[in-house]
């Protein structure tokens, strides 16, 4: 577990993704930080040599581990899914990279929180509150709410304006869609699946999809 960093500190770190997500990372460092943003993209293969006509595309692993190397080590996760997440911090680390959090000005996250993981998003006109727990490489998006005593596995997708309310629990890679809220005291499993706008009132096994209001099984996910 790390310290907050504060957002001042980025200078040369590389973005990984250069789509989505990892445009919106732009939006949580000041003008002079984006002008020195890199970025990562090794799948879209007609993807622009610059990043919305101005911004660095390193396209190969060997572009990406000789920058780790040379220039700065840090990187930052631009993109969702909680395995794919998970899979891209495990190879960057590899590749000698190191971790780190983006944190947007506007969050407001209480000084009492008792642990935040390293690699996390966390995204503008967010609320962390106090006694949170919140684990590795998770994505907690714009205008969602952690409150008091809630407990968020490593590499969970938090979407935008999801409601985790009081002391609840959720497990690793879990996934919430956008406007969805969990109710105090639930627990959530490793690997779920919840869908936008629903409402958990109970505790949800590990590796299921949930939907509604009140949310209810679906099927399983493939983890």
């Known amino acids: 577990m790390v310290s907050l960093l504060n957002v001042s500190q980025i200078n040369?770190?590389?973005?990984?993704?250069?789509?989505?997500?990892?445009i919106e990372i732009l939006q949580c460092l000041s003008p002079l930080e984006r002008e020195q943003a890199v970025?990562?993209?090794?799948?879209?293969?007609?993807?622009?040599?610059?990043?919305?006509g101005k911004y660095k595309l390193l396209r190969t692993a060997t572009a990406a581990q000789v920058y780790l190397a040379t220039i700065d080590s840090r990187f930052v996760l631009g993109l969702?899914?909680?395995?794919?997440?998970?899979?891209?911090?495990?190879?960057?680390?590899?590749?000698?990279?190191?971790?780190t959090t983006v944190i947007a000005p506007t969050a407001a996250i209480d000084p009492l929180?008792?642990?935040?993981?390293?690699?996390?998003?966390?995204?503008?006109h967010t609320m962390v509150a106090?006694?949170?727990?919140?684990?590795d490489g998770v994505l907690i998006n714009a205008g969602a709410t952690v409150h008091h005593d809630t407990q968020v596995g490593d590499y969970c997708e938090i979407s935008p304006g999801v409601r985790l309310l009081g002391r609840c629990?959720?497990?690793?890679?879990?996934?919430?869609?956008?406007l969805a809220a969990v109710l105090p005291d639930?627990?959530?499993?490793?690997?779920?699946?919840?869908g936008a706008g629903a409402v958990v009132t109970r505790n949800v096994p590990a590796?299921?999809?949930?939907?509604?209001?009140?949310?209810?099984?679906?099927?399983?996910?493939?983890?």
């Open 207 to 223: 590796g299921s999809v949930v939907a509604g209001i009140p949310a209810r099984p679906i099927h399983h996910s493939i983890k």
């Open 169 to 178: 629990q959720l497990g690793m890679g879990c996934q919430v869609g956008a």
């Open 113 to 124: 929180i008792t642990k935040l993981g390293e690699g996390l998003n966390i995204m503008h």
């Open 186 to 194: 639930v627990v959530v499993g490793d690997h779920v699946v919840i």
């Open 80 to 99: 969702g899914g909680p395995m794919l997440r998970l899979r891209l911090a495990k190879q960057f680390k590899h590749w000698g990279g190191l971790l």
């Open 130 to 135: 106090l006694s949170a727990r919140i684990g």
């Open 12 to 22: 040369l770190m590389l973005i990984v993704g250069a789509k989505g997500h990892a």
């Open 39 to 52: 970025f990562f993209d090794d799948v879209t293969q007609n993807q622009p040599d610059l990043v919305l």
